[in-house]
């Protein structure tokens, strides 16, 4: 659904989020645990969270204990990202608007 709503809105979609391929290889070399906590700078859509989360209950943890945040600059995939941990049913996950490079804002 993002890649369709990129290409509508004339966008290359690796504005929007980090190519499921991608994500899937990150969770793998990185290996999440639950009670770990997983930040990303440049979240996009969420999808690299949401690849993390997956490897997690493919292992069999509780990811309730995951403590994930993110940060994105542009305010409409800020948005995305928000409606998208919505749909995947993500209860607690902290996510802040703003540059991670000009103005990155601090964890908690």
């Not at 209950?57 to 994105?72: A, F, I, M, N, S």
Request: glycine residues 12%; hydrophobic residues 35%.
């Amino acid at each position: 659904m993002i890649r369709n709503f990129a290409s509508k809105a004339g966008k290359s979609s690796g504005e929007f989020y980090t190519p499921a391929e991608v994500g899937f290889l990150m969770a793998e070399v990185l290996q999440p645990k639950a009670g770990m906590s997983i930040c990303d700078w440049a979240s996009g859509s969420g999808g690299l969270l949401l690849q993390f989360i997956r490897h997690v209950k493919k292992h069999g943890g509780d990811v309730r204990q995951l403590q994930l945040h993110g940060q994105e600059s542009n305010v409409a995939t800020y948005n995305i990202s928000r409606i998208n941990m919505i749909l995947h049913g993500i209860p607690v996950w902290e996510h802040k608007q703003g540059d991670s490079l000009r103005d990155p804002r601090p964890l908690g």
